[in-house]
């Protein structure tokens, strides 16, 4: 290596060791270098080696360095000079750049190459003033690794660890959380707690030098520094003592780390960010802890506020994330309206409002507020702990039906601190802006136990999630003609359970923007809820309206700074945008068209592109005028067993494919006229009495054939002679039950309710090798389980032709518009889904469809990935692995090659129906079908 710097000229060449390491020093371009290098590039390398090179940089008192990662067969080169010249010449390294200046990681180049860079290209950009600091991206990994090392090392006593996790100034709702669950909460809280308080330290060292400690530092110069803190700005992350958790290596290696990533140079709210980013997953899921992707907030923060003194409110602020984008929107304003001065303290006083019921985020939040400027000097922040759902108007009583509200809210009051640790009383006046990621805590979770869920019920309904009730709180407290932006649950555009917040977002506020992204989950981090961003102006929707649904086609991960203000500008000029090269489409629609589908807005949304989705409803449209709706009663729910653990020893599952017995518990394979022999999952067998057992449907996964006749499941109707054993080796503890004549009297009675012919899948995953077949026909009537739908159909032919159209391709196309998109895979298809779909035949069609139902009742279907796209596997991998991620797979035409048995079965259902649709329509629905399934089943987390 020393021979290849020479190469390259450098001068003065040394070997040198720190502590018995070896790294070498030399002169390039009239600066001095150390060169530290290390084998290896994972996560537990990366700080290892950081840290031993800031020592070494720290000891040999050089500012200039490069410390090179090299890959792991270097260990495996030959220990000859040839062969090292060549691989050190040949091969991609990773590597740290550091300058006081300027700061970068490169992961592209060989070794010689990184050297030659910096003469050529580094250092004039140094010499020409510019700045650099490495990216979030590194300063995460390396401090992700170092509080997994911290959490290893914290020793915390049995009263420090209660304080920590019960300790009501910092977490509410946490004190249930016991044993080594707890342990684990209160190391990772010891080690952020460190983290952070020299992470501020060194944010408000810049403004302020005089309150940093010598180094190297102790626990003790660390603990003087941060009293002097205590005296300048925020005391409540300070007033915190875990110091004495942690040996003197460990905290040592913090503060080098923190010092060495220059943290002041990262854009976005980096206190909150690491929070999030370095909260390992176990622990994320105990709290509860969801994270905004900081390009959300920009993007609601950039469309909703438009004039620097906006007041802004956010009533679930978290660790600051959204506030910290609104306040840097509100200097962006301040600035392009000709202000002058320095508008910190009266944004972070007066303007930005937050409230969290987590006193932990409160203090974040503030301290996000604070770090934005540390060298001015504010007495508090308008962020408040408080139950937001629990803040109360003035001597207002909440009555049914939605207000016009013109009066502020001073007995809407929360708790807040000042910047020295002090509580005062906030009051929360009505806003221009309302900004908000609201918990999506489902009700059936018990969290009525914990807010009040009554308030706000006649205005969202008593089904909704937590989310819909911030939704009511977003609309008392925001001014006439003041804006929402809030990220939602995709569910709120669609179904029963969301209509009440749907009709108050869609009808008694005006809906200016419906945001989507398509190849990621939602705006938030980390979780596999699919959501989107609405903004609504509170007003009533004008005559003329027209809403605009953006799909989002670029990957939100890849999104920069420039994308964002790009998107923002297309998203507030453009009416109609279809431009492949654009990182949005838009389309514009009438209000009167949006409330005629207000039951499902998905109709709007639901595809990947605007293209696909015209394609699709023109589809639709050519069956539409020639087929009617389902009368209401068609369908109903199939048997539901409870309480949980009965399907375990009440069904057979027949063992035709193995993806039907996958979740199963019994299965069987043979039978004769008098017995059904069984195998339980444990590999134990039973011969079971078949006259305790009636036709069933367990589950329609795994079934090739439209006709179900012989291929059926059971379900028991009375105690048969080997289910207490079986019951007790599933481990179903109620034995009562199984002699219980009223709980057998009851299932009886909803078995025969939900006899059927036609039976319809309730829970479909489109994208399984398992999933094959919609709808299906027994020549006898089934009792289905509630993964299927039942039906009213007594007709045998007319439930074949209602089979054949539900089959078809007509289906898919209704399917792919309607969906819901709650979690990306599984997918349940509603009744009112069924209900919105023209699928029903009329009388003169039904011979027709009955005879395409015959022709392919045994013939075998392929899963249906394969039926539209024989080559799926294929292309799904290929675009899964293209980075960065497409929202239009780059597939051509030729290339989707259909099942013959899907292209004969759809074009004799267009006969049948006399419609003029052609071969090419139908391999274009394929192609869009294939399309859109590829781009959902890649959805993953981050």
Same mark, same amino acid.
């Given at each position: 290596?020393?021979?290849?710097?020479?190469?390259?000229?450098?001068?003065?060449?040394?070997?040198?060791?720190?502590?018995?390491?070896?790294?070498?020093?030399?002169?390039?371009?009239?600066?001095?270098?150390?060169?530290?290098?290390?084998?290896?590039?994972?996560?537990?390398?990366?700080?290892?080696?950081?840290?031993?090179?800031?020592?070494?940089?720290?000891?040999?008192?050089?500012?200039?360095?490069?410390?090179?990662?090299?890959?792991?067969?270097?260990?495996?080169?030959?220990?000859?000079?040839?062969?090292?010249?060549?691989?050190?010449?040949?091969?991609?390294?990773?590597?740290?750049?550091?300058?006081?200046?300027?700061?970068?990681?490169?992961?592209?180049?060989?070794?010689?190459?990184?050297?030659?860079?910096?003469?050529?290209?580094?250092?004039?950009?140094?010499?020409?003033?510019?700045?650099?600091?490495?990216?979030?991206?590194?300063?995460?990994?390396?401090?992700?690794?170092?509080?997994?090392?911290?959490?290893?090392?914290?020793?915390?006593?049995?009263?420090?660890?209660?304080?920590?996790?019960?300790?009501?100034?910092?977490?509410?709702?946490?004190?249930?959380?016991?044993?080594?669950?707890?342990?684990?909460?209160?190391?990772?809280?010891?080690?952020?707690?460190?983290?952070?308080?020299?992470?501020?330290?060194?944010?408000?060292?810049?403004?302020?030098?005089? #309150?940093?400690? +010598?180094?190297?530092?102790?626990?003790?110069? %660390?603990?003087? @520094?941060? *009293? /002097?803190?205590?005296?300048?700005? &925020?005391?409540?992350?300070?007033?915190?003592?875990?110091?004495?958790?942690?040996?003197?290596?460990?905290?040592?290696?913090?503060?080098?780390?923190?010092?060495?990533?220059?943290?002041?140079?990262?854009?976005?709210?980096?206190?909150?960010?690491?929070?999030?980013?370095?909260?390992?997953?176990?622990?994320?899921?105990?709290?509860?802890?969801?994270?905004?992707?900081?390009?959300?907030?920009?993007?609601?923060?950039?469309?909703?506020?438009?004039?620097?003194?906006?007041? #802004?409110?956010? +009533?679930?602020?978290?660790?600051?994330?959204? %506030?910290?984008? @609104?306040? *840097? /929107?509100?200097?962006?304003?301040? &600035?392009?309206?000709?202000?002058?001065?320095?508008?910190?303290?009266?944004?972070?006083?007066?303007?930005?409002?937050?409230?969290?019921?987590?006193?932990?985020?409160?203090?974040?939040?503030?301290?996000?507020?604070?770090?934005?400027?540390?060298?001015?000097?504010?007495?508090?922040?308008?962020?408040?702990?408080?139950?937001?759902?629990?803040?109360?108007?003035?001597?207002?009583?909440?009555?049914?039906?939605?207000?016009?509200?013109?009066?502020?809210?001073?007995?809407?009051?929360?708790?807040?601190?000042?910047?020295?640790?002090?509580?005062?009383?906030?009051?929360?006046?009505?806003?221009?802006?309302?900004?908000?990621?609201?918990?999506?805590?489902?009700?059936?979770?018990?969290?009525?136990?914990?807010?009040?869920?009554?308030?706000?019920?006649?205005?969202?309904?008593?089904?909704?999630?937590?989310?819909?009730?911030?939704?009511?709180?977003?609309?008392?407290?925001?001014?006439?003609?003041?804006?929402?932006?809030?990220?939602?649950?995709?569910?709120?555009?669609?179904?029963?359970?969301?209509?009440?917040?749907?009709?108050?977002?869609?009808?008694?506020?005006?809906?200016?923007?419906?945001?989507?992204?398509?190849?990621?989950?939602?705006?938030?981090?980390?979780?596999?809820?699919?959501?989107?961003?609405?903004?609504?102006?509170?007003?009533?929707?004008?005559?003329?309206?027209?809403?605009?649904?953006?799909?989002?086609?670029?990957?939100?991960?890849?999104?920069?700074?420039?994308?964002?203000?790009?998107?923002?500008?297309?998203?507030?000029?453009?009416?109609?945008?279809?431009?492949?090269?654009?990182?949005?489409?838009?389309?514009?629609?009438?209000?009167?068209?949006?409330?005629?589908?207000?039951?499902?807005?998905?109709?709007?949304?639901?595809?990947?592109?605007?293209?696909?989705?015209?394609?699709?409803?023109?589809?639709?449209?050519?069956?539409?005028?020639?087929?009617?709706?389902?009368?209401?009663?068609?369908?109903?729910?199939?048997?539901?067993?409870?309480?949980?653990?009965?399907?375990?020893?009440?069904?057979?599952?027949?063992?035709?494919?193995?993806?039907?017995?996958?979740?199963?518990?019994?299965?069987?394979?043979?039978?004769?006229?008098?017995?059904?022999?069984?195998?339980?999952?444990?590999?134990?067998?039973?011969?079971?009495?078949?006259?305790?057992?009636?036709?069933?449907?367990?589950?329609?996964?795994?079934?090739?054939?439209?006709?179900?006749?012989?291929?059926?499941?059971?379900?028991?109707?009375?105690?048969?002679?080997?289910?207490?054993?079986?019951?007790?080796?599933?481990?179903?503890?109620?034995?009562?039950?199984?002699?219980?004549?009223?709980?057998?009297?009851?299932?009886?009675?909803?078995?025969?309710?939900?006899?059927?012919?036609?039976?319809?899948?309730?829970?479909?995953?489109?994208?399984?090798?398992?999933?094959?077949?919609?709808?299906?026909?027994?020549?006898?009537?089934?009792?289905?389980?509630?993964?299927?739908?039942?039906?009213?159909?007594?007709?045998?032919?007319?439930?074949?032709?209602?089979?054949?159209?539900?089959?078809?391709?007509?289906?898919?196309?209704?399917?792919?518009?309607?969906?819901?998109?709650?979690?990306?895979?599984?997918?349940?298809?509603?009744?009112?889904?069924?209900?919105?779909?023209?699928?029903?035949?009329?009388?003169?069609?039904?011979?027709?469809?009955?005879?395409?139902?015959?022709?392919?009742?045994?013939?075998?279907?392929?899963?249906?990935?394969?039926?539209?796209?024989?080559?799926?596997?294929?292309?799904?991998?290929?675009?899964?692995?293209?980075?960065?991620?497409?929202?239009?797979?780059?597939?051509?035409?030729?290339?989707?090659?259909?099942?013959?048995?899907?292209?004969?079965?759809?074009?004799?259902?267009?006969?049948?129906?006399?419609?003029?649709?052609?071969?090419?329509?139908?391999?274009?629905?394929?192609?869009?079908?294939?399309?859109?399934?590829?781009?959902?089943?890649?959805?993953?987390?981050?």
């Amino acid at each position: 290596m020393m021979e290849i710097v020479r190469e390259v000229g450098g001068t003065a060449v040394q070997e040198v060791s720190f502590n018995s390491e070896p790294d070498i020093v030399f002169d390039l371009a009239g600066r001095r270098w150390l060169l530290g290098v290390k084998i290896g590039d994972d996560a537990a390398i990366l700080r290892q080696g950081f840290l031993q090179y800031l020592r070494h940089k720290r000891e040999s008192r050089l500012d200039h360095g490069l410390l090179l990662f090299l890959p792991l067969e270097a260990r495996h080169v030959p220990a000859r000079h040839e062969a090292l010249w060549e691989f050190l010449c040949t091969t991609r390294a990773y590597c740290l750049l550091d300058t006081p200046t300027f700061q970068e990681e490169v992961g592209t180049l060989t070794f010689p190459d990184y050297l030659r860079r910096v003469a050529t290209e580094i250092l004039p950009r140094v010499n020409r003033g510019e700045r650099s600091a490495f990216s979030l991206v590194f300063a995460i990994r390396v401090l992700k690794q170092h509080i997994q090392a911290l959490m290893q090392e914290v020793h915390l006593t049995e009263d420090q660890l209660l304080d920590l996790v019960t300790n009501p100034a910092l977490f509410a709702g946490l004190a249930n959380i016991e044993g080594e669950r707890r342990e684990q909460v209160g190391k990772f809280l010891a080690a952020y707690i460190v983290l952070s308080q020299i992470l501020f330290l060194r944010l408000l060292g810049t403004a302020n030098p005089d #309150v940093l400690p +010598p180094q190297p530092v102790t626990s003790s110069s %660390l603990r003087r @520094a941060f *009293r /002097r803190v205590l005296d300048i700005n &925020y005391r409540p992350i300070y007033s915190l003592d875990v110091l004495g958790s942690l040996e003197e290596e460990y905290i040592r290696d913090t503060f080098d780390i923190i010092w060495g990533l220059r943290v002041e140079e990262v854009q976005h709210e980096l206190p909150g960010r690491i929070y999030h980013e370095l909260m390992p997953p176990r622990i994320r899921k105990m709290l509860a802890a969801f994270y905004t992707r900081p390009v959300a907030a920009e993007l609601m923060a950039k469309l909703c506020i438009e004039r620097f003194d906006a007041l #802004v409110f956010d +009533p679930a602020c978290g660790s600051g994330t959204i %506030l910290t984008s @609104a306040y *840097r /929107r509100k200097k962006e304003c301040y &600035y392009n309206e000709g202000k002058v001065g320095n508008p910190h303290r009266r944004f972070c006083e007066d303007e930005i409002f937050g409230i969290d019921i987590m006193p932990f985020s409160v203090h974040l939040t503030a301290a996000n507020l604070a770090a934005l400027d540390p060298r001015t000097t504010i007495s508090h922040t308008q962020i408040g702990l408080a139950d937001s759902l629990a803040l109360q108007p003035e001597n207002d009583i909440i009555t049914t039906g939605l207000r016009q509200l013109a009066w502020l809210f001073p007995e809407g009051e929360a708790r807040g601190f000042t910047s020295i640790g002090e509580v005062f009383d906030m009051t929360l006046p009505q806003v221009d802006v309302v900004l908000m990621n609201p918990p999506f805590t489902k009700l059936e979770r018990g969290i009525g136990d914990y807010v009040n869920l009554e308030r706000y019920e006649p205005l969202c309904g008593s089904e909704v999630g937590l989310w819909g009730h911030f939704m009511a709180l977003a609309y008392e407290f925001l001014k006439p003609g003041g804006v929402l932006g809030a990220v939602l649950p995709v569910n709120v555009l669609r179904g029963n359970e969301s209509r009440r917040v749907r009709e108050l977002l869609f009808s008694h506020m005006t809906p200016l923007f419906i945001l989507k992204p398509v190849v990621n989950y939602g705006f938030s981090e980390w979780a596999e809820y699919r959501d989107i961003i609405v903004v609504c102006r509170k007003e009533r929707v004008p005559r003329s309206h027209r809403v605009k649904f953006v799909l989002v086609r670029k990957d939100l991960n890849a999104l920069t700074p420039e994308d964002v203000d790009h998107v923002v500008r297309l998203v507030k000029t453009q009416t109609d945008l279809r431009r492949e090269e654009e990182p949005v489409e838009i389309a514009s629609f009438p209000w009167e068209e949006v409330r005629g589908r207000f039951d499902n807005l998905m109709w709007f949304c639901g595809a990947t592109s605007f293209a696909h989705r015209d394609f699709l409803i023109g589809f639709v449209e050519r069956a539409r005028n020639i087929l009617s709706s389902f009368p209401f009663g068609y369908f109903r729910e199939g048997y539901r067993p409870v309480p949980q653990g009965v399907s375990k020893f009440l069904f057979l599952t027949r063992h035709s494919d193995p993806s039907r017995v996958e979740q199963a518990y019994l299965t069987f394979a043979e039978e004769d006229e008098r017995t059904v022999r069984a195998c339980s999952r444990a590999g134990i067998s039973y011969t079971l009495e078949k006259n305790a057992f009636a036709p069933a449907l367990r589950t329609a996964t795994g079934l090739r054939t439209l006709n179900l006749k012989g291929k059926w499941d059971y379900v028991a109707t009375r105690p048969y002679a080997q289910i207490g054993r079986i019951a007790r080796a599933s481990g179903f503890s109620r034995g009562d039950l199984l002699e219980d004549a009223r709980f057998w009297q009851r299932l009886t009675a909803e078995l025969t309710a939900t006899q059927s012919y036609l039976l319809v899948n309730h829970r479909i995953n489109p994208f399984s090798p398992g999933n094959y077949l919609v709808a299906f026909v027994s020549p006898e009537p089934l009792s289905p389980a509630n993964t299927l739908h039942a039906t009213a159909e007594r007709d045998l032919e007319r439930a074949k032709a209602v089979a054949v159209l539900l089959n078809s391709a007509f289906f898919w196309a209704w399917f792919f518009l309607l969906k819901e998109e709650s979690t990306g895979r599984w997918i349940n298809l509603r009744h009112h889904d069924l209900y919105e779909m023209t699928l029903y035949p009329r009388e003169e069609q039904i011979p027709a469809l009955s005879a395409v139902f015959d022709e392919f009742a045994e013939v075998s279907f392929l899963a249906f990935i394969y039926q539209v796209d024989q080559d799926f596997d294929r292309k799904y991998q290929s675009y899964r692995d293209s980075v960065p991620r497409r929202a239009e797979p780059d597939f051509t035409v030729a290339e989707f090659i259909p099942a013959e048995v899907r292209l004969a079965f759809d074009k004799a259902v267009v006969a049948s129906l006399n419609l003029p649709v052609t071969e090419d329509e139908l391999l274009e629905i394929y192609r869009i079908l294939a399309k859109e399934m590829i781009v959902t089943k890649a959805l993953a987390r981050d």
